[in-house]
């Protein structure tokens, strides 16, 4: 299986924040690479896709980089509605995995 | 508007069964593969099972082989999830996931509220 590192576990930031998650696959994936949000007591959210593109309806300070084995999901200006818990997960091939998650959490 | 609608999560013994139901709208189903994503309390996300969009194709977690059967009903735009031989680690709130196509990279596009199955004796 796919082993998927997420760094940090967990950060406490403040709005206007720039924040960057990272994500590392224990073997290369190309560019098949999802970034998910998830908020308390509800289900996940896709934020980018492919590893770069942007979902419908997702606002443009949440960009998405990286191919191969080494990723990065950036927010710009971090807003309060952005703190949550954010996961990496691969789609190169079953079974999916995902990153054990990174808390944003308000400083 | 797309919506998944689980339903059938229950609390049930260690070695019991259990089945998950998925009811979809708002979308073409057939034209999407469906998978299964759980989360254990207070954990992060494994993905459980998926079928393609004809039903022809399963995969499991190597968690859930041989316990869990996923299948598909196109007619009735539903997918449903057979649990059997459960355990007390298989207490999660699993979610229902439409799947994107292979240009898209198959993400995980859309969710539903997830249904809680606790297994405990």
């Known amino acids: 299986d796919i082993q998927m590192t997420q760094a940090p576990s967990s950060l406490s930031t403040s709005v206007g924040d720039r924040v960057s998650i990272t994500c590392r696959s224990s073997?290369?994936?190309?560019?098949?690479l999802n970034w998910y949000q998830q908020k308390p007591g509800k289900a996940p959210k896709l934020l980018i896709y492919?590893?770069?593109r942007l979902q419908s309806g997702v606002p443009s300070r949440f960009t998405g980089s990286g191919s191969g084995t080494d990723f990065t999901l950036t927010i710009t200006s971090l807003r309060p509605e952005d703190f949550a818990t954010y996961y990496c997960?691969?789609?190169?091939?079953?079974?999916?995995?995902f990153g054990q998650g990174t808390k944003v959490e308000i400083k | 508007e797309e919506q998944l609608l689980e339903s059938g999560g229950d609390l049930v013994k260690p070695g019991g069964s259990l089945r998950l139901s998925c009811a979809a709208s708002?979308?073409?189903?057939?034209?999407?593969?469906m998978n299964w994503v759980r989360q254990a309390p207070g954990k992060g996300l494994e993905w459980v099972s998926g079928?393609?969009?004809?039903?022809?194709?399963?995969y499991y977690a190597d968690s859930v082989k041989g316990r869990f059967t996923i299948s598909r009903d196109n007619s009735k735009n539903t997918v449903h999830l057979q649990m059997s031989s459960l355990r007390v680690e298989d207490t999660a709130v699993y979610f229902c996931?439409?799947?994107?196509?292979?240009?898209?990279?198959?993400?995980?596009?859309?969710w539903g509220q997830g249904t809680l199955a606790v297994v405990s004796s």
């Open positions: 997960q691969q789609s190169y091939t079953t079974p999916w995995t």
């Open positions: 073997q290369s994936i190309s560019n098949y």
């Open positions: 492919a590893a770069s």
């Open positions: 708002g979308f073409t189903f057939k034209n999407y593969a």
């Open positions: 079928i393609s969009r004809n039903g022809d194709y399963t």
């Open positions: 996931v439409k799947e994107g196509s292979s240009a898209d990279r198959f993400p995980l596009l859309n």
